[in-house]
């Protein structure tokens, strides 16, 4: 039974996890309204994958209160695991078992749910379903551990990097079956490290950081409260060292200025203004350049601006 869409699908409150050597969450508030689908950013080593195991209740948190659909696991364990779906990160299946014995297994777990060729059907394994399960490849994989999720027909479905190491063609494939689960107005916390997924799927993101939430809303708010509207990304002759940085700075329209890998990296607000200032100030440096392209803000722009990192940096 879907919860009222006034009360939250999923609240955390001051929530800690702490480790031998790091923290890995460190007093994370959080709210994930029903029916929508909420992606959870942040480099290897923000504590997502932690915030996201505490949610499904799979780790105990140090502190901090969890609500998931309006229960708590301290006591309400049993009905909680009935309404969840959960892809894991790594899923670990049985490589002995085939397709259909591997989903009628986890709807054996479910008091209500789907067919276990139905759902296997809705992720186009028809033709896998008496292959076993170490002979699929790694998209076939990933979309298995998605009927594994869904064969519960559950209110919330946790995604935790659900197509990290699948083909474009396949990405696409489970793209699509999240946004049919989407439509049928149930909610999904994803975590990704593709900013074109999140962009597509998610209704608002929270961007982690060292444990603790950094930003939060629409891809787009983010995007225009972050950073201006476009990116120049250049490289020139004997590497930025060469370059008067301060003097692009000054440069009308020009919000930020990094370099990075041999590239430097400019917010700019327009760039009819800004480009040809840019050559006009690198002609009077007397530096050449090897490379310039432009490209529109995007969610990963905002991360490098927030955290000077990029988000998939290990």
Same mark, same amino acid.
């Given at each position: ?45 923000a ?5 996201? +195991? ?9 502190s ?12 309400? /364990?049993?009905?909680?695991?009935? #309404?969840?779906g959960? *892809? ?5 299946l ?12 986890f709807?054996? %777990?479910?008091r209500?749910?789907?067919?276990a #060729?139905?759902?296997?059907?809705r992720? *186009? ?15 076939q994989k990933?979309?298995?551990?998605? /009927? ?20 474009p063609?396949?990405?696409? *494939? ?20 593709? &900013? ?9 993101? /929270?961007?982690m ?10 891809p787009?708010e ?23 940085? *301060?003097?692009?700075? #000054?440069i +009308? ?9 041999? %590239?430097?990296? &400019?917010?700019?607000?327009e760039?009819?203004? /800004? ?18 392209r ?8 905002? %991360? ?11």
């Amino acid at each position: 039974m879907l919860e009222s869409a006034s009360i939250p699908a999923l609240r955390v409150r001051h929530l800690r996890k702490a480790y031998k050597d790091v923290v890995a969450v460190d007093g994370l508030d959080l709210e994930v309204r029903a029916g929508e689908c909420f992606g959870l950013l942040g480099p290897n080593g923000a504590g997502k994958t932690t915030t996201v +195991e505490i949610c499904e209740g799979l780790t105990a948190p140090d502190s901090g209160e969890v609500e998931v659909l309006g229960r708590q696991w301290s006591a309400d /364990a049993d009905e909680l695991r009935q #309404r969840l779906g959960i *892809q894991l990160q790594d899923t670990q299946l049985s490589e002995k078992l085939t397709v259909f014995e591997t989903v009628r297994l986890f709807r054996s %777990f479910f008091r209500q749910g789907a067919a276990a #060729r139905g759902v296997i059907s809705r992720v *186009q394994l028809e033709e896998k379903q008496k292959s076993r399960v170490g002979d699929l490849s790694g998209g076939q994989k990933q979309r298995l551990a998605l /009927a594994c999720a869904l064969v519960g027909d559950p209110d919330f479905l946790f995604l935790d990097e659900p197509t990290t190491g699948l083909d474009p063609q396949a990405r696409r *494939q489970l793209w699509e079956l999240i946004e049919e689960f989407k439509k049928s107005g149930r909610t999904i916390l994803l975590t990704t490290h593709y &900013m074109d997924e999140a962009e597509r799927l998610c209704d608002r993101v /929270a961007i982690m950081d060292h444990g603790k939430e950094i930003a939060l809303g629409t891809p787009r708010e983010l995007i225009a409260s972050t950073c201006a509207e476009h990116m120049v990304e250049f490289a020139v002759e004997n590497a930025p060292n060469a370059l008067d940085v *301060q003097a692009l700075r #000054r440069i +009308e329209g020009v919000r930020d200025v990094r370099t990075e890998n041999g %590239f430097v990296r &400019m917010q700019v607000t327009e760039l009819h203004t /800004a480009v040809p200032a840019l050559l006009a100030e690198l002609t009077r440096q007397n530096v050449s350049l090897t490379e310039l392209r432009t490209h529109s803000a995007t969610l990963e722009d905002v %991360f490098v601006t927030l955290t000077g990192r990029h988000l998939r940096d290990e």
